[in-house]
């Protein structure tokens, strides 16, 4: 995957990924993605997910590169206003578990906030038994 001036890369692990509610947000600025996982664990907000840091977990998605314009359609998206401010999702920036040539911008929570755990690393299957 190619990372150039003119894109950013981002993990995506929810209903941005394709075949999801939220896929024709980031489907225009779509330029490349492989698999992968980050160290968190999944929250089961409802009709999406959320993703907490932890070390001892992965949560399974994937690294996405997109054109730079993209970016501020999916920090709308996500609530991010900015560094320092009162945020939905906080983007930071975070390497694959697998492949430490893998690294981009995250959306996470820095904690549950009362929701429960997804009780899997990949959402599609989440959302695959909430839709049976």
């Not at 894109?7 to 394709?18: A, T």
């Not at 089961?44 to 996405?64: C, I, N, S």
């Not at 690294?103 to 299957?125: F, H, K, L």
């Amino acid at each position: 995957m190619m990372h150039t001036n003119g894109s950013q890369r981002l993990f995506i692990y929810g209903s941005l990924l394709p075949g999801l509610s939220n896929h024709g947000v980031i489907e225009p600025f779509w330029l490349a993605c492989v698999p992968g996982s980050v160290r968190g664990r999944l929250v089961d907000v409802g009709e999406y997910p959320a993703v907490v840091q932890d070390d001892k977990h992965t949560v399974r998605g994937l690294w996405v590169d997109i054109r730079r314009a993209g970016l501020p359609v999916l920090d709308e998206l996500e609530g991010f206003v900015g560094i320092e401010e009162a945020n939905d999702y906080e983007r930071v920036w975070m390497t694959d578990s697998a492949d430490p040539a893998l690294s981009g911008w995250v959306y996470v929570w820095a904690d549950t906030r009362g929701y429960p755990w997804a009780g899997s690393e990949c959402w599609v299957s989440v959302w695959a038994r909430k839709n049976e």
